[in-house]
């Protein structure tokens, strides 16, 4: 594989996003890009905004190749506030 890095970035946290939230208007949008393979603070987060926002599209995108040929995947999710 690749050797990229997905378990070694820095996640925002979850109180991060708490933070975030509570500065919009209710039934705002929110745009959340992850890769397909979630880090363990991506999965937090992924399931904290499940619980305040409705989710209206999830579509699946090319993240970046790497170097070896390898392709890296994500999704964006687009989500509105509860």
Known sequence: TGGDDLGNEEDVMVADYEVAL??????????FNIREKYTAGQKEVLD???????CKLV?????????????INA???IMQLK
Not at 22 to 31: E, F, H, I, K
Not at 59 to 71: A, W
């Open 75 to 77: 999704e964006y999710r």
């Open 22 to 31: 509570s500065l919009l208007a209710p039934d705002s949008y929110v745009v």
């Open 59 to 71: 579509q699946k995108h090319r993240y970046r190749k790497l170097i070896d040929g390898t392709q």
């Open 48 to 54: 904290y905004l499940s619980k305040k926002c409705e």
